[in-house]
């Protein structure tokens, strides 16, 4: 009987280390909803990321994109039970009663580790609310375990085994439901903003919001010429609210316009500071610019093509007289992200510090207040959320830079099939085929098209972009043989100086995807 009251208190303690964590995570919760900035879930989260090797990295996000995150953050919670679990058998094993002297001691130890490692991961957490919210967890956790736990001597009644507490049960349960809450928290805040495209037909035919103003001389929708009746062909102007994004974060910052402002210093004779009403009143330009994430697949959405409004970097730090000796210009976003680009490319003309997108405010998913806009580099140096920009006589690796992804990081051309769907099944003789294609600051002269594994190409219709930096469309009229057997069709693109896509197959890591987009279709008469 001995042996099963022991049993039975080694599930018990297991049990409260559960409960214990339940109460631990609604603290966490709490402190992350109440003091707007990354829990140590998410801190513990990037510190994985950091320690990860760069192509685990990227095979991660490569094939899971917007789920990476939520089904870390789930792993790290189901993790934090199990440890708080093991944390209540260790407890079991070391036979101390609660009502002694020991057990308290090693529940003190236990708060102090929880509250140094809170702490150490919220950095910085010199703030008053910070060293609160890291007590109150390391309290939640241990307060539980010094309530909650009975003294391993107990017995069990006779014929029978000893028990978990109904009143622990009970708690537990409601602590679980909690700590639910707390995830369902965490896991909306990232997905509410990230459903990924998973077809382009959702973009194409989806309305531009009646909210969304729409440029003047730009048709977002795309409707009033026969391009707009091709199925599944990209918008030539992506809506916001289908506009691809990225982000290192579990949850990306709130700033408010209120007490934002820009910096710009560092090796700068006239450091300044703007507000956002200061910067808005400054001389505005705007411009079409697709942006492209360096983690784009061949053939992947993670691109789209919009209509942008700010200021001229180049005017901004001609303003700040630049000192001799600058090499690299850095832009510090509000979530502690920061990326550069050499002096000499940020002093082109081209460069947007934009604070509107399709005629309305950015949004906080596209870097409300304000970003940077590079025609020709890849998405993730196109910085969001800015709020400082310091001029430097050094070399500076960003976020990216240091897990091993390209500095440069120039666009790549590319092209893609958005119509036909692959695999989709297809009448024989003359279809349509028509999509995008892109190729940074560089423009696109031509795209051809194959239907003969490249042994032959005809060349595309190529519709006139909107811009200098933005996408194409394209449409070609391929004949289809008669026959069930599968027909490839290729894409490729050659860009305004005449270089031909490149054929060879490359993974986004570490410097973008390459190779030809391909279809597979099936034919019926």
Known sequence: MRSEGNSSHRLALMWLGVVAASAALVVEGAGRALLSRPSALERLAELITVVMPPQLFSLIL?????????????????????VSAGLGAL????????????????????????????????????????????????????GVFALGARPSTTTAPAG??????????LTGLAGITAS????????????????????????????????????????????????????????????????????????????????????????????????????KQLPSEEQFNSLMCISNEIGGDLIGNAHWRGVRLKALLERAKPGPGVKKVVLHAADGYADSITFDAAMREANLLAYEMNGAPLNDTHGFPLRLLVPGIFGMKNVKWITKIELMSENFLGYWQLRGWSDPAPVKTMSRIDTPLNRETIATGKQTVAGIAFSGDR?????????DLGKSWRQAEVKSPLGPYTWVLWRASIELPPGDSGVNIWVRAIDGAGNVQPAERADPYPDGASGYHVITLSTRK
């Open 62 to 82: 490569d094939r899971l994109l917007y789920s990476a995150k939520p089904l870390m953050l789930f792993g790290l919670i189901i993790g934090v039970f199990a």
């Open 91 to 142: 407890l079991h094993s070391l036979g101390v009663n609660r009502r002694s002297t020991g057990y308290l001691l090693t529940l003190g130890l236990i708060a102090v580790a929880i509250f140094a490692i809170d702490l150490l991961l919220l950095r910085p957490a010199s703030d008053l609310a910070g060293i609160l919210f890291s007590a109150g967890l390391a309290l939640a956790f241990a």
């Open 160 to 169: 029978g085994t000893q028990g978990v507490d109904r009143r622990l049960v």
């Open 180 to 279: 639910l809450a707390v995830a369902a928290y965490y896991w909306s805040s990232i997905l509410a903003k990230s459903a990924p495209i998973t077809a382009r037909s959702a973009q194409a035919s989806a309305p531009a919001s009646a909210s969304e103003p729409t440029p003047s001389n730009v048709d977002a929708a795309g409707d009033g010429d026969d391009w707009s009746r091709i199925s599944n062909l990209s918008k030539e102007v992506t809506p916001t609210d289908k506009f691809y994004f990225v982000s290192k974060n579990f949850i990306d910052p709130h700033v408010s316009a209120a007490g934002w402002k820009l910096t710009i210093a560092g090796l700068v004779e006239n450091p300044l500071s703007f507000t956002y009403d200061e910067l």
């Open 443 to 451: 423009g696109i002269k031509a795209v051809e098209v194959s239907a």
